[in-house]
């Protein structure tokens, strides 16, 4: 694989992105996009080089291309629960591959949409990430704004459905600590203010 043959791949992967953020008034279209991402994976599955297989698991939802919009979150979209969870798979086994990208694509497609439960990925993500990458701490101060972003409206917004939930408790509070540990203070602070109240 060459990085142009890379960089194909990304653009199929980010039509299939856009496709599915418009496709909020239509169930077919994202199911037929969600069957997609299932060949994908597969194909994706019996390449043989773990390097190539690991570069390409960015078409999981984990790439925006080169050229698109700046800020989806001017755009109008929405979530159903299925949807939710379809994402929440595909992130949770690829998201730790390309942390980063998972990050700027949860912020684009809007993290108010797909909050509470895009909580589940993000744990299992950071987890994987600090397990398997020395630079993970890097990466989080990197992406301190994003990732601020998304626990501080975690916390302020979705706080009582977080709270009925107890695998999204769990899950809140392992991403809390797993920041903390990276020396993220403001995951501290909202960490006590979450157990508080």
Same mark, same amino acid.
């Given at each position: 694989m060459s990085s142009d043959g890379y960089e194909l791949y990304e653009e199929i992967a980010a039509h299939l992105l856009a496709v599915y953020?418009?496709? *909020?008034k239509n169930i077919e279209i994202r199911r037929k996009c969600e069957v997609t991402l299932l060949a994908i994976e597969d194909k994706i599955s019996h390449i043989?080089?773990?390097?190539?297989?690991?570069?390409?698991?960015?078409?999981?939802?984990?790439?925006l291309g080169k050229i698109h919009m700046h800020d989806w979150n001017e755009l109008h979209t929405e979530y159903?629960?299925?949807?939710?969870?379809?994402?929440?798979?595909?992130?949770?086994?690829?998201?730790?591959?390309?942390?980063?990208?998972?990050? *700027?694509v949860i912020n684009q497609m809007h993290i108010t949409e797909l909050l509470p439960e895009i909580i589940l990925p993000l744990n299992e993500s950071l987890r994987k990430c600090g397990e398997n990458y020395a630079?993970?701490?890097?990466?989080?101060?990197?992406?301190a704004v994003i990732i601020n972003k998304i626990i501080t409206k975690a916390f302020l917004d979705f706080n009582d459905d977080i709270k009925c939930d107890h695998e999204l408790v769990?899950?809140?509070e392992e991403v809390l600590e797993t920041l903390v540990g990276f020396g993220m203070e403001e995951a501290a602070v909202i960490l006590d203010e979450f157990r508080v109240h």
């Open positions: 953020f418009d496709a *909020y043989c080089e773990l390097e190539v297989r690991n570069n390409l698991c960015k078409m999981m939802f984990l790439t159903s629960y299925k949807d939710k969870m379809f994402l929440n798979e595909i992130w949770s086994k690829y998201g730790w591959l390309h942390f980063k990208n998972l990050l *700027y630079d993970c701490k890097e990466m989080i101060k990197a992406n769990k899950a809140f």
